[in-house]
């Protein structure tokens, strides 16, 4: 049933052993980092409920309603304002998922939700309703939900998904049984990379090593960008540990502070952190092959020879730090040439 998916071999023993059982609660809360195959794995679920000829607890993964769920993709929203009121159905008429509309769950999908809860199935054995991103939902859609999830029917089950579990009502957490996922090991990424995706061996090594556990962010990862930013970060590093060049740190703040938006701002402090992490392990002995940027060994070799433990801990504190303050509307300026000359300083 969950073969086709990767990692989390905990879950879905997990799945198949409430499945098997006939315990199955009607409401579950998925939780875990983006990406990491969430939505995936309520769409296998989905499958298994609604299988014409399953085997055991298994789907067949032939039949049409289990090629129908397979296939389904759910389609961005349309231009159409009323997009945003409803929910999106699969292909399979007893499958459905409501999602975020502009970072926001409001109360109409909901509502839909609740109406369509509580008809029998049309064509499987159970219906079956996603609520992705579930943390995006206002407080009204939230109370709305209570409602179905207070009087669940016996022949429809709730999937919520949220990577941001404590932003929910404790009241939700409460009628949910929370199913936790685990990052997907590198390894297990790499594999899907070379074998799904054919992506060059180097390539594949490098977007598993930095998706840290997310399938999905390996999936939208540009390996040449982060290449890119990664020759700007590691021009600071280089400058703090071999060079000591303070002109060269002034003129990376200038050209971190210069870039597009916050996301690619983050980005390349990301970047700059794997580096510091990947040169502190070195400098503590760790092997080459357990770096994310073994491509880079040698000149990261070079600057851990130069590396003190407690600058390396400190320089990731105060990458935090400023992460932290990212949130209110900060001069990124002023803020990156604090940071690189804090961290010459330290």
């Given at each position: 049933?969950?073969s086709?998916?990767?990692?989390n071999?905990e879950v879905?023993?997990s799945?198949r052993?409430?499945?098997?059982?006939?315990?199955?609660?009607g409401?579950?809360l998925?939780t875990?980092?983006e990406?990491?195959?969430?939505?995936?794995?309520?769409?296998?679920?989905?499958?298994?409920?609604?299988?014409?000829?399953?085997?055991?607890?298994?789907a067949?993964?032939?039949?049409?309603?289990?090629k129908?769920?397979s296939?389904?993709?759910?389609?961005?929203f349309?231009k159409d304002?009323?997009?945003?009121?409803?929910?999106i159905?699969?292909?399979h008429?007893d499958?459905?998922m409501v999602?975020?509309?502009k970072?926001?769950?409001?109360?109409?999908?909901?509502?839909?939700?609740?109406?369509?809860?509580n008809?029998?199935?049309?064509?499987?054995?159970?219906?079956?309703?996603?609520?992705?991103?579930a943390?995006y939902?206002n407080?009204?859609?939230?109370n709305?939900?209570?409602?179905?999830?207070?009087?669940?029917?016996?022949t429809s089950?709730l999937?919520?998904?949220?990577?941001?579990?404590?932003?929910?009502?404790?009241?939700?957490?409460?009628?949910?049984?929370i199913?936790?996922?685990?990052?997907?090991?590198a390894?297990?990424?790499e594999?899907?990379?070379?074998?799904?995706?054919?992506?060059?061996?180097e390539?594949?090594?490098?977007?598993a090593?930095?998706?840290q556990?997310?399938?999905?962010?390996?999936?939208?990862g540009?390996?040449?960008t982060?290449?890119?930013?990664?020759?700007k970060?590691?021009?600071?590093?280089?400058?703090?540990t071999?060079?000591?060049?303070?002109a060269q740190?002034l003129?990376?703040?200038e050209?971190?502070?210069?870039v597009?938006?916050r996301h690619?701002?983050e980005?390349?402090l990301?970047?700059?952190?794997?580096?510091?992490r990947?040169a502190?392990?070195?400098?503590?002995?760790?092997?080459?092959?357990?770096?994310?940027?073994?491509?880079?060994?040698?000149?990261l070799?070079?600057?851990a020879?130069e590396?003190?433990?407690?600058?390396?801990?400190?320089?990731l504190s105060?990458?935090?730090?400023?992460r932290?303050?990212?949130e209110?509307?900060?001069?990124r300026?002023?803020?990156?040439?604090a940071?690189?000359?804090?961290?010459?300083?330290?």
């Amino acid at each position: 049933m969950f073969s086709r998916l990767i990692g989390n071999d905990e879950v879905k023993e997990s799945l198949r052993r409430l499945i098997a059982g006939g315990r199955l609660p009607g409401s579950l809360l998925f939780t875990g980092e983006e990406g990491i195959g969430k939505k995936l794995f309520a769409l296998e679920l989905a499958k298994a409920l609604n299988c014409r000829h399953r085997n055991g607890i298994e789907a067949c993964d032939e039949c049409s309603s289990c090629k129908r769920i397979s296939r389904s993709t759910f389609p961005p929203f349309g231009k159409d304002d009323d997009d945003k009121e409803r929910m999106i159905w699969s292909e399979h008429a007893d499958v459905a998922m409501v999602r975020p509309y502009k970072q926001l769950i409001r109360v109409p999908p909901m509502r839909e939700l609740e109406r369509e809860a509580n008809f029998r199935p049309f064509e499987g054995a159970a219906r079956v309703f996603i609520v992705a991103d579930a943390d995006y939902m206002n407080d009204p859609a939230s109370n709305a939900l209570l409602k179905t999830l207070e009087e669940p029917p016996p022949t429809s089950h709730l999937i919520l998904t949220t990577s941001n579990p404590t932003s929910l009502l404790a009241t939700i957490r409460s009628r949910c049984q929370i199913i936790r996922f685990a990052p997907i090991a590198a390894g297990e990424v790499e594999q899907f990379l070379l074998e799904q995706e054919h992506l060059p061996a180097e390539d594949a090594r490098l977007l598993a090593r930095t998706a840290q556990g997310s399938i999905g962010r390996a999936l939208s990862g540009d390996v040449e960008t982060y290449r890119e930013r990664r020759e700007k970060m590691l021009g600071v590093l280089r400058a703090l540990t071999l060079t000591n060049d303070r002109a060269q740190l002034l003129r990376s703040a200038e050209e971190l502070a210069a870039v597009k938006d916050r996301h690619e701002y983050e980005q390349r402090l990301d970047a700059l952190e794997i580096l510091i992490r990947d040169a502190w392990a070195l400098a503590l002995g760790r092997p080459g092959g357990t770096i994310v940027n073994g491509d880079l060994l040698t000149e990261l070799q070079r600057i851990a020879a130069e590396l003190k433990s407690a600058q390396a801990a400190a320089w990731l504190s105060q990458i935090e730090e400023l992460r932290g303050t990212l949130e209110v509307n900060i001069n990124r300026k002023v803020a990156s040439d604090a940071l690189l000359l804090t961290m010459a300083s330290t």
